[in-house]
């Protein structure tokens, strides 16, 4: 009977050390996942900055002539800066659609057209980060694009939720138009099932 109790104390010991070992494991990982954000965010705020900074010089001397782009841009190169006013978003747009490029702008899909160009120009960003804002956008609200080969703005002309294996907002157009896309539902927590895609066709003038 002692032999007994003496067991299921070390037992109860056992558990609670483990549990104590378990809650310390939890601690350490959200500190370090809550550092990982705090530096993810302000690598984006400082890239965001740095080159708002640099586009903004750039496009403000009158003097020098900047050509359009006849090649496929740089992967990482920023083409300009997107701004919808309604909604509060003001970003840096980054060729690329990988995790480095979306950590820190606004994402041109490659193989999509240019903005302002025939075609459909394609947009991607966190639904966390730079387009959080896109869900309280309307149809008929203005997008401003401004990129080295000049100024468009398009008017949103729909919205709709996809799969994320729904390809068709990718395809080409014969008119210019811009897509953007991001994961919903935007309050998700994990991998978001589904797509929020918000379809604008270029104003005249």
Not at 89 to 113: Q, Y
Not at 120 to 141: E, M, Q, S, W, Y
Not at 152 to 161: D, L, M, N, P, W
Request: charged share 20%.
């Amino acid at each position: 009977m002692a032999a007994k109790r003496r067991f299921s104390s070390r037992r109860g010991v056992s558990c609670a050390a483990f549990l104590r070992a378990c809650q310390y494991a939890l601690l350490v990982g959200g500190f370090g996942l809550a550092d990982y954000c705090a530096f993810a965010l302000t690598e984006a705020h400082l890239y965001q900055a740095n080159e708002e900074r640099a586009f903004e010089e750039m496009t403000r001397s009158t003097s020098q002539s900047i050509p359009k782009r006849a090649a496929p841009p740089i992967q990482h190169a920023v083409l300009g800066r997107i701004a919808i006013p309604q909604v509060g978003i003001s970003a840096m747009i980054a060729e690329g659609d990988d995790h480095h490029t979306l950590m820190r702008a606004v994402g041109h899909i490659p193989g999509t057209a240019m903005p302002g160009q025939p075609g459909n120009a394609v947009l991607a960003a966190h639904r966390d980060t730079f387009f959080r804002p896109l869900r309280k956008i309307r149809k008929g609200d203005a997008i401003e694009l401004t990129t080295w080969s000049g100024s468009y703005r398009y008017r949103v002309e729909s919205i709709q939720v996809v799969g994320p294996k729904d390809i068709r907002v990718l395809e080409p157009t014969k008119q210019s138009q811009l897509t953007l896309v991001t994961c919903y539902p935007f309050y998700f927590v994990g991998s978001a099932p589904k797509r929020f895609i918000v379809r604008a066709g270029l104003m005249p003038g």
